[in-house]
């Protein structure tokens, strides 16, 4: 589907940071699986390929799992109820079921067509697989906020082994970047 047919600007707000405001609106937006709570999708924009798991709240909040251009994984939270200073870095923890959890180090970001603060923290490239396979083999994802007052944030998984085996497959089809 085009990505102005989408009927959620949030999502939309995603994509445009990922590939930049001026070829968001050529886009093309694939939805490549929907399970559970979960959908995996792929965004094109001429050479630019980006792949992408998400779920949210019917508050507006909001998770992004994004593999990137530039072959970097981001995690990406918004709630369009904070108001935070842009720049700010925000600590969070991810926990699947019991497992080790992981410290995340965000960094607040705002963009000029969204009131709301979204996180975004990059995710260790020597322990993106690793995340991925608890991603699919847990049943709960938690996002535990280490500063201010915002509530645990307790994702279901169901799901999300299908969904992550569309976004693998999507990562493994996006072209390779060369240097000169």
Avoid at 5 to 31: E, P, Y
Avoid at 56 to 82: C, K, N, V
Avoid at 155 to 170: K, R, T
């Amino acid at each position: 589907m085009m990505i102005k047919n989408l009927k959620s600007f949030r999502f939309l707000m995603f994509w445009g940071f990922l590939f930049g405001q001026t070829c968001v609106a050529g886009a093309q937006v694939t939805t490549l699986l929907d399970a559970g709570s979960w959908r995996a999708v792929q965004a094109v924009s001429g050479t630019s390929h980006a792949c992408s798991m998400h779920s949210s709240y019917p508050d507006g909040r909001i998770i992004f799992i994004h593999f990137t251009p530039d072959g970097e994984m981001l995690m990406q939270l918004s709630s369009p109820a904070w108001r935070m200073r842009n720049g700010a870095s925000i600590r969070f923890v991810v926990q699947f079921d019991e497992l080790r959890s992981r410290n995340m180090n965000s960094t607040v970001i705002y963009m000029s067509d969204s009131p709301a603060a979204l996180l975004q923290a990059s995710i260790d490239t020597r322990q993106m697989d690793n995340f991925i396979e608890d991603f699919i083999r847990s049943s709960q994802m938690s996002v535990i906020f280490r500063t201010g007052n915002e509530s645990d944030w307790i994702f279901d998984l169901d799901g999300s082994a299908a969904v992550s085996e569309a976004f693998i497959q999507c990562v493994e089809r996006m072209p390779t970047t060369t240097q000169p």
